[in-house]
């Protein structure tokens, strides 16, 4: 199984609307790919399903519980500065190494997407990642 680093923002839209972000949720969700993520990327999560798309914080925190459940979770230490001035970005490239992804997924264009290689991970957008695994 393919294992996968989802950035927050592709959790979020995957959650809020239809589309590749969707699919990929529901491809995590329901065990299809391994996905790999940290405390950070959940909490930053959690965060932004409440500020961002009016999801109750209690169903945002159960959302987030049950994606720690079928990921597995890795604490980043900030060992990784790749993008200047922002330590966010930094800690998502950091748990996908650390968890060994083969992919990021991301729809960060102005940041993460440009790097397009880590430490031989991909970083590819959600439709990209669909095509990959053959469901596009």
């Not at 299809?32 to 965060?47: A, D, M, N, P, Q």
């Not at 798309?53 to 597995?72: E, M, T, W, Y």
Request: charged share 20%; net charge positive.
């Amino acid at each position: 199984m393919v294992k996968v680093c989802i950035d927050t923002n592709v959790w979020l839209s995957g959650f809020a609307f239809s589309g590749a972000p969707s699919e990929i949720v529901n491809l995590a969700m329901n065990k299809k790919i391994g996905v790999v993520t940290s405390g950070f990327i959940l909490k930053e999560l959690e965060r932004n399903l409440v500020s961002k798309i009016g999801v109750h914080p209690k169903k945002a925190a159960n959302l987030c519980f049950r994606i720690a459940q079928i990921s597995d979770v890795y604490e980043p230490k900030g060992t990784v500065n790749v993008i200047q001035g922002n330590h966010g970005d930094n800690l998502v490239l950091e748990t996908a190494w650390i968890g060994r992804a083969k992919y990021l997924v991301t729809g960060d264009k102005k940041h993460i997407l440009p790097i397009k290689i880590f430490r031989n991970i991909k970083i590819i957008e959600p439709t990209k990642l669909l095509e990959v695994l053959n469901l596009r």
